[in-house]
């Protein structure tokens, strides 16, 4: 069956460093992969999406790769800020519905950056 | 929450009452997703729509039925609530024809609570 797998425990890291996160996934071929951010009490917010034939995507202090051989993602926030502490998510679209079939998630990993 | 409220945001009902609760959107978005979210298990799809009329089930739909009579609204019915279907519930929306993407907008979740 096809599973995705994020870090469940939580993730400290220390202000202006880097945090770096995974996403597995097996018995799936994604056309794209996308990361969000989910605030408590909040819905999740889209922040970045990488496709298939895509190694890397940047977007200001982010940084998705994709490696499909590896079936594994990685999410960087450079210079990292309390206020960046949240739940992060993955999450993969495949085209098999035409991509309209919703969106596969990971349960995501909680960030937390202590000052 | 980019155009996309729900209501109500809290519910609290007895086992074996019918529920309905209520997404809109002023994204004019051709799709509309319900998820609910668990701890353990994260967000999971429980229907979709992809047009007027036009819905489909997601990987969790037992106990769960929708409609979509307007391209602004999507309501998702529990017909006759169990304290299994106890979760926050998650709208989404989106329009891969016009974003080209597939990332999904989600609304700020509605708590409900089965006793």
């Known amino acids: 069956s096809q599973k995705i797998e994020q870090n469940s425990e939580a993730l400290n890291i220390q202000e202006g460093k880097t945090a770096t996160l995974t996403c597995n996934y097996t018995?799936?071929?994604?056309?794209?992969l996308q990361w969000y951010r989910q605030d408590p009490g909040r819905g999740p917010v889209f922040l970045l999406l990488i496709r298939e034939n895509e190694k890397e995507k940047r977007k200001e202090r982010l940084k998705v790769t994709f490696d499909t051989t590896l079936k594994q993602s990685l999410f960087h926030i450079t210079a990292s800020q309390p206020a960046d502490s949240a739940t992060y998510l993955c999450a993969l679209v495949s085209l098999s519905g035409g991509g309209a079939d919703g969106l596969t998630f990971g349960k995501g990993t909680h960030l937390i950056i202590q000052p | 929450d980019a155009g996309i409220t729900q209501s109500p945001r809290h519910k609290v009902t007895e086992t074996g009452t019918p529920v309905t609760l209520r997404c809109h959107q002023t994204e004019n978005h051709r799709y509309m997703y319900w998820y609910r979210q668990d701890p353990g298990h994260g967000l999971r799809l429980i229907h979709y729509s992809y047009g007027v009329k036009d819905t489909d089930k997601g990987e969790v739909s037992d106990g769960y039925s929708v409609s979509r009579s307007k391209t602004e609204d999507f309501l998702l019915t529990l017909e006759s609530a169990t304290s299994s279907q106890t979760s926050v519930y998650f709208c989404?929306?989106?329009?891969?024809?016009?974003?080209?993407?597939?990332?999904?907008?989600f609304g700020p979740g509605t708590r409900l609570t089965v006793t």
């Open positions: 018995n799936y071929s994604p056309a794209y």
């Open positions: 989404a929306i989106s329009d891969p024809g016009r974003q080209g993407s597939y990332e999904q907008y």
